[in-house]
């Protein structure tokens, strides 16, 4: 098996395998992390940062089966200083890049953010634009004009590579308008999906959601939403493509196997991300699907991850 089979680089960050962890799911605690960073992941993404330390929603506030998740965790998180030492532990102590993330309650949260994580041992950063679970809070990435305003000044700030975290625009014209300021601003990956916003599930023996916050409204993620995200990156790929400006793409939403990832790479995506399927099988997921990624592509031939990329064929008309 070649060692550089699953390698790939992002704005001279190098993921090898480009298989890892989404954030959210188990990467909010030191010991957590130290696990996750001990496993098979490509890199470490930690899960999103306020500037403050919050407890997040009450529970209960994760549902799952077999399906996928449904969560409205709220931002439970230790706060952006604890964040930032960290990312300088693992940096050190764990030779995989690091990536932590913001999410910020107010515009100046993530300026105040990403210039303190900017001066870390961080490989990129991700600039989350898209939780969907902290109550009368917008999702970022659904106001253009806001996100174009945090994205210049968020620049401005730090060098780092910047990943810029999606939800699904499921209205091709609002692609359009979000991909003009993403092309215009200065960022290095999107990483596409988020959980899906608002989304219900039902225990109906007890006639009551399965989960607490928001009136059991909750983000959707894990094989319920595949199809959505791999539109998503079929869709911004092709976008770029045609407007010869490709930001790279991370893919993430359903990913549970080999095949999944590689699907993902076919519709365009430079690397992938497991959130549910990680959560609910932990560290050893990683393993797993760097064997099943590598057997597939060696049964098809294929000598690296990057002469997938984008290769979707569509069904011609007759
Ligand atoms: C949370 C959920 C998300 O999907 C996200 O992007 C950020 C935070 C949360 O509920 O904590």
Redesign the pocket.
């Given at each position: 098996m070649a060692k550089e089979m699953l390698s790939n680089e992002i704005s001279r960050v190098k993921f090898n395998p480009i298989i890892m962890n989404a954030?959210?799911a188990k990467c909010t605690y030191e010991d957590e992390l130290k696990k996750l960073a001990a496993s098979d992941t490509g890199a470490v993404v930690l899960k999103?940062t306020t500037v403050e330390p919050r407890k997040?929603?009450p529970k209960p506030k994760y549902w799952d089966n077999e399906f996928g998740s449904i969560?409205?965790?709220?931002?439970?998180n230790l706060g952006y200083k604890k964040t930032a030492e960290m990312a300088d532990m693992l940096a050190k102590e764990f030779r995989k890049p690091v990536i932590p993330s913001i999410?910020g309650l107010h515009y100046e949260d993530y300026l105040t953010m990403a210039e303190e994580l900017g001066k870390t041992k961080a490989a990129a950063l991700e600039i989350?634009l898209?939780?969907?679970?902290i109550p009368g809070k917008p999702q970022v990435a659904y106001d253009s004009l806001q996100s174009k305003k945090v994205l210049e000044k968020v620049r401005e700030l730090t060098n780092k590579p910047l990943f810029i975290?999606l939800p699904p625009y499921l209205e091709l014209i609002h692609q359009d308008e979000i991909l003009e300021i993403l092309l215009e601003a200065d960022v290095q990956a999107l990483i596409l999906i988020?959980?899906v916003a608002n989304t219900l599930s039902i225990d109906a023996e007890k006639e009551q959601a399965t989960i607490l916050p928001k009136k059991g409204l909750g983000?959707l993620g894990g094989k319920f939403i595949k199809p959505v995200a791999l539109g998503q990156v079929w869709s911004f790929h092709n976008k770029m493509k045609e407007k010869g400006k490709e930001i790279p793409i991370i893919g993430v939403g359903g990913i549970y196997s080999g095949t999944d990832a590689f699907e993902f790479l076919l519709a365009g995506a430079s690397a992938v991300q497991v959130g549910t399927a990680y959560y609910q099988e932990e560290g050893k997921i990683f393993r797993r699907l760097k064997e099943e990624l590598m057997d597939l592509l060696e049964a098809k031939n294929y000598k690296n991850v990057k002469e997938v990329i984008g290769k979707l064929k569509t069904i011609e008309e007759r």
């Open positions: 954030s959210g999103s997040g929603n969560n409205s965790n709220g931002l439970e999410a989350n898209s939780c969907p679970n975290k988020n959980s983000g």
